[in-house]
């Protein structure tokens, strides 16, 4: 992942409050690090993403190339789901947590999963994908020369016929500046995420922590992001020659019932201009 507004942990007023709480035990880090943010990352559960954007590529359409793929929240379900995957990431950690992760899977799932490490808003693979997607929140990572980049890099990898799939909050027009939200992780592990919203500044302040406040260690995982809105990122795809389906909700995981995410479908038009 690249172009994070802050890289190292941010203090947000939930952080604060928390480290305050809980003493010594607590450990404030960004969600980036080597360390405990990757762990963090690890633990995340993908798979009802990973289904809802399965159930929208064509089997036969080809290989999916992931954008920002992390420590692989949506590589691996979507490995299970069948499909040929190229993992696309930045960072050289995750790279390295990914292959590992990799190396513990069976033949057949590794045989189809490649790892390149590279940059999301400017990339150069020498072949199209039958899919591209792009994970929850990755997206808002960067500013928009990046992710006018992003869409010309898609437009050269995607197949003509193929689906360019991002995922999105959907806050559903609330004017709330703030919510929580109950995560579990694929290890059973429950989390608690924090968002607070900052309209003015056009920035999101991420905390995600344990929901167990008796945690030894007690890591607070931190991230500073832009503030994207779904209908700026649909009148983007339109401006940079795709065509955007109605956008569908869906639950995330362990999210609170409501649909709480989006997920946005876009295909190349045929006369860009």
Known sequence: MS??????????????????CVGERGVLRSFYDDDAGSDLMQDADGVSEAQEMGARI????????????????LTFPLLALGF????????????AALRR???????????????????????VLGR???????????????????????????????????????????TGGSQSLERDQELSGRSGRRYVLH???????????????PADDASDPFVVCTSRLRLLEPDQVVRELEQAGFD??????????????RHDALLLQASLRSDPS
């Open 128 to 170: 199209r994908f039958g899919a591209v997607v792009i994970s929850y929140g990755s997206i808002s990572l960067l500013e928009d020369a990046d992710r006018r980049g992003l869409y010309a890099s898609v437009r050269e990898h995607l197949e003509p016929g193929g689906t360019f799939l991002i995922s999105m909050a959907d």
């Open 58 to 73: 064509r089997s036969a359409s080809g290989p999916v190339l992931e954008l920002a793929a992390g420590t692989g929240r």
């Open 195 to 209: 968002v607070r919203r900052s309209p003015a500044e056009a920035i999101q302040d991420i905390t995600v922590y």
């Open 101 to 123: 992760q990799l190396e513990d899977e069976p033949a057949d799932l590794r045989d189809r999963c490649t790892v390149v490490q590279g940059d999301m808003s400017a990339f």
């Open 3 to 20: 172009n994070q507004l802050e890289h190292g942990p941010v203090r947000t007023t939930r952080a604060d409050a928390l480290l305050a």
């Open 84 to 95: 040929e995957v190229t993992a696309l990431e930045l960072s050289t950690a995750m790279v």
């Open 244 to 257: 955007v389906r109605e956008p569908a909700s869906f639950r995330s995981a362990g999210g609170s019932g």
